[in-house]
């Protein structure tokens, strides 16, 4: 299907899906501005795609229209970020719980191994490798509690706090405690311990928030 500006709607949504991760893992920064030719060039598409794709996600509220500035990557402001931090905590607290009683030993293995390699990215001083980890562990352990439209809730909030994520390690005491969260939630989890679960998962959100919020805009 092609649409009125000419470019075909596979390509607008697979241009749309590429910007969305690339938000949600931090690849753009609080308050940077997005330019349609090189964001385009960064993708290996034409501008038309990538334009239609930063409207949709402006219209999400993932990014902002600027008169005169074009589309940005929102500041959070403290109030902001509080209610989304609380949120993100009851959400993902309640995916995990759910999911802890449903992962199977394949699956608990492939969150230890997870666990081992943001350790190891920590160690090496590879946000990227820690935040790939991280979302990864994430995910897998979420997508287990058996709700799309629990993890579809998640995933939005994930989109709005994927900017400010990438200033985690801005904070360089940050890389010795981010790990400690996921340790104790293995821990729970090999005892099946829904609940231990859950604190585990509301302590790694609450501890990264409390360096994040330093990043945030006065409102």
């Not at 394949?106 to 190891?120: P, Y």
């Not at 995933?155 to 900017?163: C, E, F, H, N």
Request: net charge neutral; hydrophobic share 45%.
């Amino acid at each position: 299907m092609v649409n009125p500006l000419g470019t075909s709607t596979t390509q607008q949504d697979a241009a749309y899906a590429t910007l969305r991760q690339w938000i949600t893992v931090g690849k753009f920064l609080p308050g940077e501005r997005l330019k349609i030719r090189n964001v385009a060039a960064d993708m290996g598409v034409g501008q038309m795609p990538v334009r239609a794709a930063l409207q949709r996600l402006a219209a999400e509220g993932a990014l902002v229209n600027i008169p005169n500035a074009g589309v940005t990557v929102p500041r959070l402001s403290f109030h902001e970020f509080d209610d989304l931090l609380q949120m993100r905590m009851l959400l993902e607290g309640e995916a995990a719980e759910r999911g802890c009683l449903r992962l199977d030993a394949v699956q608990i293995g492939a969150l230890a191994a997870l666990c081992d390699r943001m350790g190891q990215a920590l160690s090496a001083k590879d946000a990227t490798g820690y935040l790939a980890a991280n979302e990864d562990f994430h995910v897998l352990l979420y997508r287990a509690a058996g709700s799309p439209l629990l993890f579809g809730l998640i995933d939005t909030l994930w989109l709005k706090a994927g900017p400010i994520s990438n200033q985690l390690f801005d904070s360089p005491e940050a890389s010795r405690v981010l790990n400690d969260a996921h340790t104790d939630l293995m821990r729970a989890l090999e005892r099946r311990d829904s609940a231990g679960v859950r604190s585990a998962v509301e302590k790694d959100i609450f501890v990264a928030g409390q360096f994040l919020r330093r990043r945030c805009k006065r409102a």
